[in-house]
């Protein structure tokens, strides 16, 4: 069993930067990849970022270049820095974590995105 942690996330103007963090706790040493998701009002949840635990990492076309995100190992945290931000980046951001094949999911974070 994992728990999932996040913080972070608010309202920011468009061009703006953000970070979400988020923090995992239980059998963390069981956790193979850490990331994060997003879900816009009507739209399905979508993978907006993914770390690995070989260092792969990979992101959705839509924020490539624009977001980062950073894992711990040792702290079992993953960051989300998010710059250049848009409007259409404004959701519910989700971590989550993958164990087994097991989807865990943090309780999510409004980010909005708006002048």
């Known amino acids: 069993q994992v728990t999932l942690v996040e913080s972070g996330g608010g309202s920011v103007q468009p061009g703006g930067s953000l970070t979400l963090s988020c923090t995992a706790s239980?059998?963390?040493?069981?956790?193979?990849?850490m990331g994060w998701y997003r879900q816009a009002p009507g739209q399905e949840r979508e993978r907006v970022a993914l770390s690995t635990k070989d260092g792969t990492t990979m992101y959705h076309d839509a924020v490539q270049g624009r977001f980062t995100i950073s894992r711990d190992g040792a702290k079992s945290t993953v960051s989300l820095q998010m710059n250049s931000l848009k409007p259409e980046d404004t959701a519910v951001y989700y971590c989550n974590a993958v164990v087994m094949g097991n989807n865990y999911w943090g309780q999510g974070t409004q980010v909005t995105v708006s002048s």
């Open positions: 239980g059998r963390v040493f069981t956790i193979y990849a």
